[in-house]
């Protein structure tokens, strides 16, 4: 007996130490598991809307959300055309260091995020940034939505689609300071962003055709990234408004866990780049018109 209670300790220190290892080894492993041990719905709710989260430091913010949360899920319903699949979880920070470590990403500079369902908010937005509180929360709940109704393992569908779709949904809400005339005249120009088909999270931004100039007087990496949103937004937006049906149909093809090329072809008859090259000649018309 004492050698079998020996080797199972032995067999579960080297389990212990192999995830370590695996952890040490695999940075994005290793946020992973912060993000978990920090996930925002440990957090107490509040007591007049059990979906917002937070630090007791943010309790101001957290209200303010609260009063915000409701409009916010309802334009996300309307836009998307179904409710949540279930009530959407939203944390609310005061603190930029456990902000940071429940966000995955390790970075405490970004507003905010969209982390296994819930909605995680920096403390920035109640901060020098309250002017964006209610445009961000509403983008983040169309991630959490889109995520939320998508079943477990199911392709991602790209970057420029479910950025695109949740500007368009949050009416700009991402892409402030750039406006759609702005965006326009950079698609005139070449500054046009790119439908690739990356699927994850890269904050140096969607890649553009040609790379748009860059005004000293602004952080370029931020301008540069709403830029690229606004014109995914955009995008989206025509989409929706060219055949709702078609837009309907490939949402709901989305959360069913259709890959997104064949969705897209299936509800539209072509692909995304090809009416992608119509919309952008839209721009060009509208010039020659004038």
Same mark, same amino acid.
């Given at each position: ?50 979906? *917002? ?20 899920? &309802? ?7 179904? +409710? ?38 920096? +403390? ?19 991630? /959490? ?9 199911? +392709?991602?569908?790209? #970057? ?6 949740? *500007? ?9 300071? *750039? ?5 326009? #005249? ?6 046009? /962003? ?12 969607? &890649? ?16 540069? #990234?709403?830029?690229?949103?606004? #014109?995914?937004?955009?995008? *989206? ?54």
């Amino acid at each position: 007996m004492p050698r079998i209670m020996t080797n199972a300790w032995g067999f579960g220190l080297a389990c212990i130490a192999a995830a370590a290892l695996a952890l040490a080894l695999r940075p994005e492993l290793r946020l992973a598991a912060r993000a978990a041990w920090n996930d925002p719905r440990l957090l107490p709710a509040l007591a007049d809307d059990a979906r *917002v989260h937070y630090e007791p430091e943010a309790l101001a913010c957290a209200q303010a959300v609260a009063e915000i949360a409701p409009r916010a899920i &309802a334009q996300i319903e309307s836009a998307h055309g179904r +409710p949540f699949a279930q009530p959407p979880a939203i944390g609310v920070y005061a603190s930029y260091e456990n902000y940071a470590n429940a966000n995955a990403m390790d970075d405490s500079g970004i507003a905010a995020v969209t982390r296994g369902g819930a909605a995680l908010l920096s +403390p920035t937005l109640c901060g020098r940034e309250r002017g964006r509180l209610e445009g961000v929360l509403t983008h983040e709940l169309s991630h /959490v939505h889109l995520s939320g109704w998508r079943r477990l393992g199911a +392709p991602r569908p790209p #970057q420029w689609f479910t950025e695109g779709l949740a *500007v368009m949904a949050s009416n700009g809400g991402g892409a402030e300071g *750039v406006s759609e005339a702005e965006a326009a #005249q950079a698609i005139r120009e070449g500054y046009r /962003v790119v439908l690739d088909d990356r699927r994850w999270i890269d904050f140096t931004g969607l &890649a553009f055709e040609r790379e748009p100039p860059r005004d000293p007087k602004k952080d370029a990496l931020t301008q540069r #990234q709403r830029l690229a949103y606004r #014109q995914a937004g955009m995008f *989206v937006g025509w989409l929706r408004m060219r055949d709702e049906t078609a837009f309907s149909q490939l949402l709901r093809a989305l959360e069913a866990g259709q890959p997104f090329e064949g969705a897209f072809q299936l509800a539209y008859g072509e692909s995304a780049p090809s009416l992608w090259l119509r919309f952008v000649s839209a721009f060009r018309r509208n010039d020659a018109d004038g």
